[in-house]
């Protein structure tokens, strides 16, 4: 006779159980971790660049930066003057914890106060996988079309920030700041959205506001 | 993308429960997918099939189980299903923001179905009967 035996274990406990772990050595470095994630091209690493440098002289920062292959992102980075890491999935989707837990081994972790994770460029995988971080944040850049946040929900639904990037566009692609942020709170309606544009450097204060309250909650 | 270490992961576990509970011989799993899980239930499938055309899980049902969207209004509060998951105004009051998902999220191994350890004979020999039920 066979029998049916109920077992309810989540597929990506294992991830899940790093990643606990490693938010719990987050919290005890007081170190406010950020997991961005973004298409390939929204301006993940020109996000970074810009706040590396003009937060440079309120916070002690590091990236952990993840790519399918090269390590151009981790050298645009590390010109800033931060600490940077370059993962490299070598054709994976995403960033898993265990892939964290190497990077932070050869980071100097002492006396950091914000360490960003850049994910790698997909809309999709990404989110299912936790890092230990205390805030997703997705960044939507304006030549992406303002559905995504509808086309790619889980990953929208789980942001505490939204950054909406390349608004100096705005004139030149048929994309509503209101309907990209509509969509995004059908299923998070305190998720926060900043419209920047990386390039021109405007609107990034609200989110350095947004990056200094999180900080400040840390300690 | 991932679905092939999504199912790895899944061989895992379900070596954990084989030797935790006994099992000689693994006729069914079922795995309950949500809608907004991010993995394929097709892709599962497919994964599942490379990973276990040989060794110990080979000819194992994998049963695959789409949970659908399922939220609590953002103003009313009601439960609905959402009849797709892009625009979903609720049913009593039509609001369309800030819904709160109560399941769709999750991905995980409900159950698994086997011979145990003390009725093997018997139990080995009514072998074809593994196929997934609705």
């Known amino acids: 006779m066979s029998k049916t035996v109920t077992i309810v274990r989540n597929v990506l406990e294992a991830n899940e159980r790093r990643a606990a772990t490693l938010k719990d050595y987050f919290d005890g470095k007081k170190i406010l971790c950020l997991n961005l994630m973004s298409s390939p091209g929204a301006g993940k690493t020109s996000l970074l660049e810009r706040t590396l440098v003009d937060l440079k002289g309120e916070f002690k920062m590091a990236v952990i930066e993840g790519d399918l292959q090269t390590d151009n992102d981790a050298r645009r980075v590390a010109a800033t003057g931060a600490q940077a890491v370059q993962v490299n999935t070598e054709g994976g989707c995403h960033l898993d914890s265990s892939m964290i837990e190497d990077a932070i081994a050869v980071l100097d972790m002492d006396g950091l106060d914000i360490l960003f994770i850049e994910n790698v460029g997909n809309l999709v995988c990404p989110a299912e996988f936790n890092l230990g971080e205390d805030h997703k944040v997705s960044i939507l850049s304006v030549t992406e079309g303002d559905d995504k946040p509808e086309k790619y929900p889980l990953m929208f639904h789980l942001s505490s920030v939204m950054l909406l990037n390349k608004t100096d566009l705005l004139p030149y692609v048929d994309f509503s700041l209101e309907a990209a942020s509509a969509h995004a709170k059908k299923l998070n309606k305190d998720i926060e959205i900043f419209p920047v544009a990386c390039r021109t450097q405007e609107g990034l204060e609200p989110w350095y506001d947004w990056l200094r309250k999180a900080r400040a909650g840390k300690r | ?134």
């Open chain 2, 1 to 134: 993308m991932h679905e092939l270490s999504l199912i790895q992961s899944m061989i895992e576990i379900i070596r954990e429960e084989r030797a935790k509970h006994g099992m000689e011989r693994i006729l069914r799993v079922r795995v309950v997918n949500g809608a907004l899980s991010g993995a394929v239930s097709d892709a599962l499938a497919f994964g599942w099939e490379c990973l276990t055309s040989e060794g110990e899980l080979k000819g194992v049902a994998l049963e695959v189980i789409d949970q659908p969207l399922r939220v609590a209004c953002g103003s009313c509060g009601l439960e609905f299903v959402p009849e797709d998951n892009h625009y979903m105004p609720c049913p009593a009051c039509e609001e369309i923001l800030g819904h709160d998902i109560i399941s769709g999220k999750e991905l995980y191994i409900e159950e698994i179905e086997a011979d145990l350890s003390e009725n093997t004979g018997e139990a080995a020999a009514s072998g074809s009967a593994a196929c997934p039920k609705p």
